[in-house]
């Protein structure tokens, strides 16, 4: 495939041929809806360029292989989708322990447990706050198109190579399985990517040894290592927020929205616009380190409102108001379970706020045309009196 030409790709697929362009060469997985098609792509094309694909007994064996390869140096990758990034999250925390780099990807479908396999953003939390134990951050980055599959799995690669870090791609079932234009990047010369003298590649009695290792028996190292992981953080945080405002120099009411909900969200403030409201839409493209100086930026330009419109029951509103801090009014609204909010339904928040009314927090659902069923009444036959 030529560099620079300009295809019509899948999006999961475009995450895989962009990462062995950017030199990943070796990649370890498990197949889960609705991001098999990347380890199907790898699978067939990674073994063409040298490189090296396994389909491992496992999740937690597949993130496991992906920390070996990254402590012998290696640019390596694995995928998954919601419930199986859920069993990666040990691996990821030696990783982080460890500071090892590598690519974790998560086209997320809707939870918890199996849930379903349509589109979700219901794992903002996990990829944020919790992927694994202890004390860690890693970069993670949401695209929001097809082209952007391809530009943030090259940033991935090099920001944990940078920070020696986990570095997540936080993408949606939608945006893995649309279709769209896409210039795919340059490949990447084996000559240019960053040398790693902390890597177990073997000493040749050149040098010392070489250690890998997530474990401090002595608290004081343990600390003293953290504290200068979280000095790596903080320059993450400095130096790495990513966003893209649209319509923001004026807005009164800011909408904030990630992947799949950011090109809904997108409509609603062009539509909003055209009523006379002055409506903006923040992009976070970084979710961690998430995007603080731009909702400063607005709140400066006189934003008033935030609107923070995603697909799950609320979890990036949190950072939203963190970020605030009290300066601005912030709503949610969202829509759950695969159910996709429409650019009418966003616009009718907008104009609630507008109107100085309280936006619905999330609409109730149909599907297939039929209401959801009523909560389960979980009360013992004796509580009912039966």
Known sequence: ??????????????????????????????????????????????PLIGGTFLQAESEIAAINMVYGAAAAGARVMTSSSSPGVSLKGEGVSYMAGADVPGVIVNVE??????????????????????????????????????????????????????????????????IGQMMEPVELPPERDASALPEKPWATTGTKMQREHNVVNSLYLSPEKLEDTNRERFARYAEIRETQQRQELMMCDDAEIVVVAFGAASRIARTAVRDARAKGIKAGLLRPIT?????????????????????????????????????????????????????????????????????????????RATVMGSVLPQPIDRKSSYERGE
Not at 129 to 134: I, T, Y
Not at 291 to 319: C, H, R, W, Y
């Open 109 to 174: 479908r809707g939870g918890p447990g199996l849930g379903g396999i349509q589109p979700s953003q219901s794992d903002y939390f996990q990829a944020t706050r919790a992927l694994g134990h202890g004390d860690f951050y890693m970069p993670v980055l949401a695209p929001s198109t097809v082209q952007e599959m391809a530009d943030l799995i090259y940033l991935a690669f090099d920001l944990a190579d940078q920070y020696r870090t986990p570095a997540m791609i936080l993408a949606d079932g939608m």
């Open 287 to 363: 979710l961690w380190p998430y995007p603080t100086k731009a909702i400063d930026q607005v709140i400066e330009n006189g934003a008033k409102q935030f609107l923070s419109v995603e697909l799950n029951m609320g979890q990036m509103v949190e950072d939203v108001r963190l970020a605030a801090n009290g300066r601005a009014d912030v709503s949610f609204y969202g829509r759950t379970g695969g159910v996709l909010p429409t650019p009418e339904e966003v616009l009718e928040q907008i104009e609630k706020l507008a109107a100085g009314e309280a936006p619905n927090a999330s609409a």
């Open 1 to 46: 495939m030529a560099e620079n030409a300009r295809v019509l790709m899948k999006g999961n697929e475009v995450l895989a041929e962009a990462a062995m362009r950017a030199g990943c060469r070796f990649f370890f997985g498990y197949p889960i809806t609705p991001q098999t098609e990347l380890a199907a792509y790898m699978a067939k094309k990674l």
